[in-house]
Structure formats: structure tokens, C-alpha cells
């Protein structure tokens, strides 16, 4: 008979230990495929992330994965306890024998859960370690009880969900996520302070359309090109949050704290609202991270010895999906796959270019932005930038 591991839980979020842990009873011959069940409203616990945003984590850690499936007989409604699954499951394998794989922590609690007589009649348990708790005798009690439950030979997961929520929250990139559940999780703001609400309020409509496009390509960005990608999110998701004021109330903040280097500078809000947006973004949204604040501070006049977050958060400002088509926009694009440093300098090439035409002021610190980076391209990044100018 089809042996069928089933691997319940809020995965909140799924990580790397929770698939280890299948893949190690596929390889040990204890079940012959394992499915993942994801619980939209366990009885235990209430789940940080909502149900379908643990779904689609869920399907990009499995996508691809041999031997393991997803169901989602967890997210049908008024279900809440395992037992509930039990007849769902049944309708999708009606010809398997189910083998229930749970942490020792929860030997002790089995018998009292939610008809736990129908659980030891129709499935099996096989149990892997949890760090702090021994189940020998939480074992032998299952067994008088009449459950049938094995121990799985395995090493400790070595990650823990609510860890990963706790490095999320502080804009860490947390190991012991698949990338794509970490980019994921990074697009949508999961486990961390929501910010939209606000940040709806603060600019008009195709701002906004913006903004959440500015993230989503710098998180894309900074994936591709080994930034750090929570931060990468938040700079993102800030960057613009002085674009919405008026030119008068930017400059009163500006000229109290000495935020702009140039004085003529005082006399645009495109260059005022970086300075201006990560100076609120400190002291309203509570964001200290320097790295995230640089970041929004130099995305419109960048600063010599800008970091790759810097120009991750300049280059997808200047080329997010949202983006109407403008001269240069293209050739920026292609440049980001290969370089930020060359598709930031493109861009300030071609800004400077249309500056010029226009009659109106470059100012000193770009300038000197393009130089530094002129200086710091590889050869190669200059002959790629070659071919596009």
C-alpha cells in the first residue's frame, strides 16, 4: 500500500528544515511521497502571514522537489484541527495509508487532541526530534493507547519560523529560506510593520503604483546581484515617502536639519525629497537601519561611494515595471542585469544629457557620483557600458 507522509502546519513560513525533514523520510523509505498541508486557521495558534501568501511560500519552497506535493485541503473552509483534513486527504489518496510526521514536542499533547481515537485509527505517526524535548515515554504512553508511532533517525531542523519572523522584522535576511521564498516574503512586506496604509495616505494613487513597483524590482535586483534583500524591500517601499509634501514644507525640514550639501539644491523638490523622505522615514516610520536610510537618501542624487543597496534602490527607481517608456530606458534595463554601478551611471549620463538640452543645473555632487563611478567599473563593465552609449 502507497504510504503517503503528511507534513501539517502553519508554515509561517515554510524553510528549508521543513522540506529536509520530507526529503530525509523519502530517502529513509519510511513513506513513499510526503505532502505538505498548510493550515489556513489552526486551532493552535493564530499565523503572522495570511493564508494564501503561506500558500504561494509554500508552492515556490516545493516547486520542482521529487517525491513532494502540496495540498490544500488545510485552506477549505471551517477546518481547524488535523482530524478535519483527515476525509479531504482521503478524497485525494483514497488508496494510501496516511503516516502523520510531528515534532517530539507534540507526542505529549497527542492524545488530547481533537478526536485523537479517529487519528489512531486511520493514520500512522512518525516522529523526528525537536531541540529540548525527549518523547521515550510520551512514546510509550501513544503506544498503549493504541497509536502506531516511529521515530525517525534525523538531525534537529536547524531552523526555526518564529526565529525567521524575528530577523524579518528587523529587515534581515533570515538563512534557512529558499530564495524565492525569501524574495517573496520581501515583495509583500511579510512580518514586518505594514506600512501601505500610511504610505497610501502620503501620495496620490500612481505614486503609490510606483512605489510598490520601486520594491518589487529592487527586490528582484538585489536577489540577482547578492544585495540584501529585506533591506533592499523597506528602501524600496520608503523611498518616495517625501514626494507627496510641497516644496515649501521639504525645504523647512531640509534647511532645519541641514539635510541638502548644496544650497541651490533647496530649490528642487526632486533633488530635497531623498534627503527629506529619509529623514522621515527615521523619524516616523522608526526605520534606524543606516544602510536603508542611505539608500532612500541617495536615490535621486546618488553620492560618491554609494553601496550596492544605494544603487540597487537608484536603478530600480529609475527602471520599476511601472515605468512609462522614456529615452534610455531600455539600455538602463539591460545594464541592471550585469551591473548596477553601469546602469546607475547610464542613467546619469542620459539625465545629465537632458538636463543640459533643457538649460537646467547639473549639480556638483552628481557629477562627482559619476566620477567615482567611472572609477570603480571593471573592465568589463566598461566595455559593456561602451556598447550602450
Known amino acids: 500500500m502507497l504510504r503517503v507522509g503528511v507534513l501539517g502546519g502553519t508554515f509561517d513560513p515554510i524553510h528549508e528544515g521543513h522540506v529536509a525533514l520530507a526529503e530525509r523520510a523519502l530517502t529513509l523509505g519510511k513513506v513513499d511521497q510526503v505532502v505538505f498541508l498548510p493550515m489556513a486557521s489552526p486551532f493552535h495558534r493564530e499565523a503572522a502571514a495570511a493564508p494564501e501568501h503561506r500558500l504561494q511560500m509554500c508552492r515556490l519552497a516545493l516547486e520542482g522537489k521529487p517525491g513532494i506535493s502540496l495540498s490544500?485541503?488545510?485552506?477549505?473552509?471551517?477546518?481547524?484541527?488535523?482530524?478535519?483534513?483527515?476525509?479531504?486527504?482521503?478524497?485525494?489518496y483514497p488508496d494510501a495509508r496516511l503516516v502523520l510526521l510531528l515534532g517530539a514536542d507534540k507526542l505529549k499533547s497527542l492524545p488530547d487532541w481533537h478526536q485523537a481515537d479517529k487519528l489512531f485509527e486511520t493514520c500512522e505517526f512518525l516522529c523526528y526530534p525537536r531541540e529540548g524535548f525527549e518523547g521515550e515515554k510520551a512514546l510509550r504512553k501513544l503506544q498503549r493507547c493504541g497509536a502506531q508511532v516511529t521515530m525517525l533517525e534525523t538531525d534537529l531542523l536547524p531552523f526555526s519560523s518564529s526565529r525567521i519572523r524575528k530577523k524579518t522584522a528587523r529587515y534581515e535576511d533570515a538563512p534557512g529560506l529558499d530564495r524565492r521564498v525569501l524574495c517573496y516574503a520581501a515583495e509583500n512586506g511579510l512580518y514586518q510593520q505594514d506600512f501601505l496604509p500610511r504610505l497610501k495616505l502620503m501620495m496620490n494613487p500612481r505614486r503609490f503604483q510606483?512605489?510598490?513597483?520601486?520594491?518589487?524590482?529592487?527586490?528582484?535586483?538585489?536577489d540577482r546581484h547578492g544585495v540584501p534583500i529585506q533591506k533592499a524591500a523597506i528602501a524600496g517601499l520608503l523611498h518616495d515617502c517625501a514626494k507627496g509634501m510641497s516644496q515649501k514644507d521639504m525645504e523647512k525640514i531640509a534647511r532645519?536639519?541641514?539635510?541638502?550639501?548644496?544650497e541651490g539644491m533647496l530649490s528642487s523638490g526632486a533633488m530635497m525629497h531623498g534627503?527629506?523622505?529619509a529623514y522621515l522615514a527615521q523619524k516616523q516610520f522608526g526605520i534606524q537601519d543606516e544602510d536603508v536610510l542611505n539608500a532612500i537618501r541617495s536615490h535621486t542624487i546618488g553620492?560618491?561611494?554609494?553601496?550596492?543597496?544605494?544603487?540597487?534602490?537608484?536603478?530600480?527607481?529609475a527602471t520599476e515595471p511601472n515605468r512609462e517608456d522614456y529615452e534610455g530606458l531600455t539600455?538602463?534595463?539591460?545594464?541592471a542585469e550585469e551591473s548596477l554601478a553601469a546602469a546607475a551611471l547610464h542613467s546619469m549620463r542620459l539625465t545629465q544629457a537632458f538636463l543640459h538640452r533643457t538649460g537646467r543645473p547639473f549639480f556638483p555632487i552628481v557629477l562627482e557620483t559619476m566620477k567615482d563611478l567611472e572609477g570603480r567599473l571593471t573592465a568589463e563593465e566598461k566595455q559593456l557600458l561602451n556598447a550602450y552609449t
Do not use: N, W
Open 210 to 222: 510606483h512605489t510598490l513597483g520601486v520594491r518589487q524590482e529592487a527586490v528582484r535586483l538585489a
Open 275 to 277: 534627503p527629506v523622505g
Open 331 to 335: 539600455q538602463i534595463r539591460r545594464l
Open 72 to 92: 490544500e485541503a488545510g485552506m477549505a473552509p471551517g477546518v481547524r484541527y488535523t482530524s478535519d483534513t483527515l476525509p479531504l486527504l482521503k478524497k485525494e
Open 256 to 262: 532645519k536639519h541641514e539635510l541638502m550639501p548644496d
Open 303 to 317: 553620492r560618491p561611494g554609494m553601496t550596492e543597496l544605494e544603487l540597487c534602490i537608484f536603478v530600480a527607481d
